[in-house]
C-alpha cells in the first residue's frame, strides 16, 4: 500500500529536483544570502523527505528480521502506544508511523514548493536594495574622487612651493652671512653718526652760547661744525635706508624658512590624508564592483526562475547560457563587453531607462551620438574612434541596436557625469529630438512599486523520523 505512494512522492521529488533549483551553491557573498539559504533548504527538505520515505520500507525490514522497539519509533507512535497500552508490542503502531513519515514528506514538498514560489520574488527585492546601495556607494565613488582629485593638486601646490622655497635660500645663502655682517656694520655706523651729531650740535650751540661777538676764527669752526652736521644729517638716512634694506632682505629669508617649514607640516598632512582617501576610494571601488558582481548574478538568477524558455532547457538537458563565439565559431570575442544590465529591474534608474529608449530608435545614427557626447575626463578623438571600431568589430553578428547599448554604457562607464540631460542635448544636436521627446515620454510615465515584505527567504524544516538517526526540525501546521 505504501509502496505506490512512496513512488509518488519519489517522482513528484524528482521534478522538483529538476525544475525548482536556486541557481547558486550553497556559499556565496552575503549579498546572495536569499540564494545561498533557499539552496540549503532545498536541500535539507530533499534529505529530509528521503529519510522519511526511506524510512518506511527499513522499519518494515528491521521488525521483520530483528524485531523492533518502542523506543525507535517516532513520537507520534509512541504516544499513541502510551495512550492504548501496547508498549510492549510495539509492532501495532508501525502503521501509525509509516503514517507520519509520509505526511512529514508531504509537509516538505508543500514547503519546497512554498519556497520556491516565493524564490524569485524575493530575489527581486534582493536586486532592488542591491540597486540603491550601488546608487548611494556611486555618489560616495564620485566624492572620493573628487576629494582624490583635490587633495592631489594640494600635494603638487605644496611640493611646488617648497621647491620655491628651497631655491630662494639657496640663491641667498651665500650671502646671508656678508648681509647679515654688512648690517651689524650698519648699525654701527647708525650709533657713531647719531652720537658724533649729538656731540657737534652741542660743541655747535656752546660756540654760540659762550660769546654774543664771534671772531673771524671761530665763525670758521662754526661753520665747519654746521657743514658737518649737515653732512652727517644728510648721510643718516642713506645708512638708514640701506639698514631697513637689509633687514627686510633678512626677514624675507626668516619668511621663507618658516614658510618651507610650514609646507612641509602641510605636505605631511596631505600625504597622510591623500593616503586616507585613495584607501577609502580602493574600499568604495571594490564595494561598488562587488555590487556590480552580485546584482548580475541576482539578475541572472531571476531570468531564470521566470523565463519558460529555461524550463524548455533543463527538460531537454540544454546549457543555459550562451558561449560566447565569434566568426570562427570556436574563437570568443575580442575587446571590451559592457554588461547590459536586465532592464525590466532598471525601471527605477532613469538613465537606464533613456538609454533602453534612446538604443531601440537611434539606428545607425549611434556613431555621431557618441562622437558628440561629452566624456569626464575628456576623450579625444583618437579613443572615439577606437572605441566605434571596438564595439563594430566585437559585435559584428550583432543588431544596430546592441551597438548602441554597448556605446551609451560605454559612455556611462567612461563619463563619471552621465545625466538624461547630456544624453538628450547630445540627441538634439545630431537632430533626433524626436527620441529625446520619446525620453521624456518614457520618464514621466510612473511606475507601480511593490512593498517589500522581507529580505531573504526563511523555510521551516520537517520532521524526520527514523531508526538509526534521529533528526528533528521545527514543523508549522500540519496539512490537514
Not at 524564490?119 to 556607494?137: G, N, R, V
Not at 531601440?360 to 572615439?384: A, Q
Request: aromatic share 6%.
Amino acid at each position: 500500500k505504501f509502496k505506490n505512494i512512496i513512488n509518488g512522492i519519489l517522482l513528484v521529488t524528482s521534478y522538483m529536483k529538476k525544475y525548482c533549483l536556486s541557481f547558486s551553491g550553497i556559499s556565496g557573498d552575503v549579498y546572495l544570502e536569499t540564494a545561498t539559504n533557499y539552496e540549503k533548504q532545498r536541500r535539507e527538505l530533499a534529505e529530509a523527505i528521503q529519510i522519511n520515505l526511506d524510512d518506511i520500507p527499513v522499519m518494515m525490514d528491521k521488525f521483520e528480521n530483528d524485531g523492533i522497539r518502542l523506543t525507535e519509533l517516532g513520537s507520534v507512535p509512541r504516544r499513541i502506544a502510551e495512550r492504548v497500552e501496547c508498549g510492549h508490542m510495539p509492532f501495532l503502531v508501525m502503521f501509525a508511523g509509516a503514517c507520519e513519515n509520509i505526511r512529514n514528506a508531504c509537509i516538505g514538498v508543500r514547503k519546497w514548493i512554498q519556497a520556491d514560489d516565493g524564490y524569485s520574488t524575493f530575489i527581486q527585492f534582493d536586486i532592488t536594495d542591491l540597486e540603491k546601495k550601488k546608487e548611494t556607494d556611486s555618489k560616495l565613488l564620485r566624492d572620493l574622487q573628487v576629494k582624490v582629485s583635490h587633495l592631489d593638486h594640494r600635494l603638487k601646490v605644496c611640493k611646488r612651493e617648497i621647491q620655491e622655497c628651497v631655491g630662494e635660500l639657496k640663491r641667498v645663502a651665500a650671502k646671508e652671512k656678508s648681509l647679515k655682517k654688512h648690517e651689524e656694520q650698519l648699525k654701527t655706523d647708525l650709533r657713531e653718526i647719531v652720537m658724533e651729531l649729538e656731540m657737534k650740535e652741542r660743541q655747535r650751540e656752546d660756540t654760540l652760547h659762550e660769546s654774543s661777538v664771534l671772531t673771524h676764527k671761530e665763525r670758521e669752526q662754526l661753520e665747519k661744525l654746521t657743514s658737518e652736521i649737515e653732512h652727517m644729517r644728510l648721510k643718516k638716512p642713506v645708512l638708514e635706508r640701506k639698514a631697513d634694506d637689509l633687514k627686510r632682505k633678512l626677514e624675507f629669508m626668516k619668511f621663507r624658512r618658516e614658510l618651507k617649514s610650514k609646507r612641509e607640516t602641510q605636505l605631511q598632512e596631505v600625504k597622510e590624508e591623500l593616503r586616507e582617501a585613495k584607501r577609502e576610494l580602493r574600499r568604495t571601488e571594490s564595494e561598488c564592483e562587488r555590487l556590480e558582481r552580485n546584482i548580475i548574478k541576482l539578475r541572472e538568477i531571476h531570468r531564470f526562475k521566470t523565463s519558460p524558455e529555461v524550463l524548455k532547457k533543463l527538460f531537454y538537458n540544454m546549457p543555459l547560457t550562451h558561449k560566447g563565439t565569434g566568426a570562427g565559431g570556436g574563437k570568443k570575442k575580442k575587446g571590451v563587453v559592457i554588461v547590459i544590465p536586465d532592464l525590466p529591474f532598471a525601471d527605477s534608474d532613469k538613465l537606464e531607462k533613456a538609454t533602453r529608449v534612446t538604443a531601440t530608435l537611434i539606428d545607425k545614427d549611434w556613431i555621431p551620438l557618441y562622437r558628440t557626447l561629452p566624456f569626464h575626463p575628456p576623450r579625444g578623438e583618437e579613443n572615439l574612434r577606437v572605441d566605434i571600431d571596438d564595439i563594430t568589430n566585437t559585435f559584428l553578428r550583432d543588431t544596430l541596436e546592441v551597438h548602441a547599448k554597448q556605446a551609451l554604457y560605454r559612455w556611462r562607464r567612461m563619463h563619471t557625469r552621465a545625466s538624461v540631460d547630456d544624453l538628450k542635448k547630445a540627441l538634439t544636436a545630431i537632430k533626433r529630438k524626436d527620441i529625446a521627446d520619446k525620453v521624456d515620454e518614457e520618464l514621466s510615465k510612473k511606475r507601480a512599486v511593490k512593498p517589500k515584505t522581507s529580505s531573504a527567504v526563511k523555510f521551516p524544516k520537517v520532521l524526520v523520523q527514523t531508526q538509526q538517526v534521529r533528526v528533528r526540525h521545527s514543523l508549522s501546521n500540519p496539512i490537514k
